[in-house]
């Protein structure tokens, strides 16, 4: 459970500082009026993520501070909103720079403030059929659950049909392009690296003649009559002559030697090159023409060789889905189809649950509301089939409660009920209903007191104790009877201090509470004013005492 542990206000309006401790249950804000009460909803406000109003700051101040604590499940948030006097704003939460925006969504979803249409998750028609729902209990749950994965599959299904059907579409207006683009690479039919090996060889080719005539003119001159061979071995007998004499003579004979047999092995790769060069003009020819074709279509379907023959293979699985169409296409409707008929069904499941559930809902704030002043009035829960292509997430209908006033008034949106204090009524009405179901868990109730009296209000009071045994309460209020069932009650009082005015906020308890109850009966502590309070709060804690725990 989140609850608003503190509040702190500082240069708001009138307020130049005020510190408020909230209960975990029932927290009660009285005072006369103008005293500043509206002034601390405002700086509540501030902290839900409400656009600041620079007429707000405290005359004669640069700024308004307003800081509050929440908590959940021992995880403290602490947020921190400024209002300078030229309008600006800044805004943290845990300490970190956030925007008034990320203040909305982090902090306005912990409070749900009744009494103005500022806050009032309930009066978004989008969060109806939750509520409705998690009334409704565990079977509305599982079919809410069915019915979501049901449209996640149609969705999905349509998807992939629609995808298919677009590709297919697009193969066909360009069929004729790349059955020419096949057709014109396999003309071709290039093969990888095909085009470096032939670059690699046309040089030998192309000089054949040429290196055929070196070849043998480098044989002749080691190998012919009298060339390099005959005189190396003729320097190698030479030197034969005096081996053993002298040392380094001998290691030159051995050079001699040496160079003697690279000779002979030069010689037979030199014979083996020329008679393996071919003079072939026409093969050279039919090499070069191929290598034209390759870069020809390199140029058109390139850069590289490489990219030709991917262009071929992608062109090639376009037009085979393209000719598998019509059987792929056949596959994603029938798939979509059954999906849309799983999805029609949880549908109908859905809605026949909660068409079941309403009355019960409906008779049960009726319940709610018969005490609370307004006798006669009912609710009704609208229940409206949206067209196929328009089911949401929440349900293929849409939901939304409407209220009427008098049993002769025509049920309306919650939206459009007028009175402020009937508004706050009908929410309390609602939130007693909804109880653990309602995922806001701090309530904040303003004029819910607004036309009522005597045993009314006792009811209204008791409506509040029993909402605070599931949820946080915080109630503005002018009436003893509600104020005698709070757990916690802070007195805000208007005091002028060196001619200047300012609000306070103080706790009262034991005898201070008692003579608070007291003047909000009378308008005096005298001690029969002092007496029917301490009745009002025995009988207020007598009745708290019978609510379920």
């Known amino acids: 459970m989140t609850v608003l542990d503190e509040l702190h206000v500082r240069n708001l309006a009138l307020i130049e500082e005020a510190w408020l401790e909230f209960s975990p249950g029932m927290t ?19 902290l839900l993520g409400d656009r600041a109003d620079s007429g707000a700051v405290r005359a004669g101040q640069a700024e308004a501070l307003v800081e509050g604590r929440f908590t959940t499940r021992g995880d403290e948030l602490l947020v921190r909103r400024r209002v300078s006097a030229d309008g600006r704003s800044r805004c943290t939460l845990d300490g970190e720079m956030a925007t008034v925006g990320a203040l909305g969504e982090r902090v306005g979803t912990l409070v749900d403030l009744h009494g103005q249409h500022d806050h009032q998750a309930l009066l978004v028609v989008a969060n109806h059929a939750g509520y409705l ?51 014109d690479i396999a003309r071709v039919d290039p093969k990888p690296g095909e085009d470096e090996d032939i670059e690699a060889r ?18 002749q001159l080691l190998r012919g009559e009298g060339a390099a061979a005959d005189r190396l071995a003729l320097a190698r007998a030479a ?69 030709v023959i991917d262009a071929r293979a992608a062109a090639e699985k376009t037009l085979a889905d393209f000719d ?52 006669g009035s009912r609710f009704e829960i609208a229940q409206t089939e949206l067209a196929f292509e328009n089911w949401a997430a929440d349900g293929p209908s849409r939901i939304e409660f409407l209220f009427a006033p008098a049993q002769d008034h025509p049920a309306r949106a919650l939206s459009r009920i007028a009175s ?31 036309g009522v009296g005597g045993a009314t209000a006792h009811a209204v009071g008791r409506r509040l104790a029993e909402l605070a045994t599931t949820h946080q309460v915080i109630v503005v209020t002018h009436l ?10 802070l007195v805000v009082r208007k005091e002028v201090e ?20 007291a003047r909000m009966l009378a308008g005096n502590d005298s001690a029969v004013s002092v007496a029917h309070a301490q009745e009002l709060l025995d009988a207020a804690s007598s009745a708290a005492s019978s609510l379920p725990a």
């Open 498 to 517: 060196d001619a200047t005015t300012v609000t306070t906020v103080e706790q009262v308890d034991g005898a201070r509470r008692l003579e608070e109850i």
């Open 28 to 46: 009660v804000l009285t005072g006369e009026t103008g005293a500043g009460k509206t002034a601390l909803l405002g700086a509540l406000k501030l």
């Open 420 to 450: 402020g204090g009937e508004l706050s009524r009908v929410m309390l009405a609602l939130k007693s209903v909804l109880g653990e179901a309602d995922t806001v868990q701090t309530l904040v109730f303003d004029e819910i007191d607004a």
């Open 133 to 183: 729902d998690r009334h409704a209990g565990e079977p509305v749950a599982r079919a809410r659950a069915a019915y979501r994965a049901a449209r996640d599959a149609y969705k999905q299904a349509q998807e992939t049909a629609d995808e298919l059907a677009r590709r297919l579409s697009a193969a066909a207006s360009e069929a004729d392009t790349l059955r020419f683009v096949v057709d």
């Open 324 to 375: 598998a169409g019509d059987e792929l296409l056949a596959r994603a409707e029938a798939a979509r189809a059954e999906r849309e008929q799983d999805l029609r069904d949880a549908a109908a499941t859905l809605d026949e649950l909660r068409r079941a559930a309403a009355p019960y809902f409906v008779a049960e704030l009726a319940d709610a509301v018969s005490d609370l002043a307004m006798q």
């Open 202 to 219: 046309l040089p030998a080719l192309s000089h054949a003649e040429q290196l055929a005539e070196a070849a043998n003119d480098a044989l």
């Open 480 to 489: 003893a009877q509600v104020a005698a069932f709070a757990d916690k009650q």
């Open 239 to 307: 030197l034969g002559k005096v081996e053993g004499v002298d040392s380094s003579l001998d290691d030159l004979r051995a050079r001699v030697e040496e160079l003697g047999t690279l000779c002979d092995d030069v010689s037979l790769e030199l014979r083996s090159y020329r008679d393996s060069v071919e003079c072939d003009p026409d093969g050279l020819d039919a090499l070069q023409q191929r290598l034209g074709e390759l870069h020809g279509i390199a140029r058109k379907y390139g850069p590289r060789l490489a990219d």
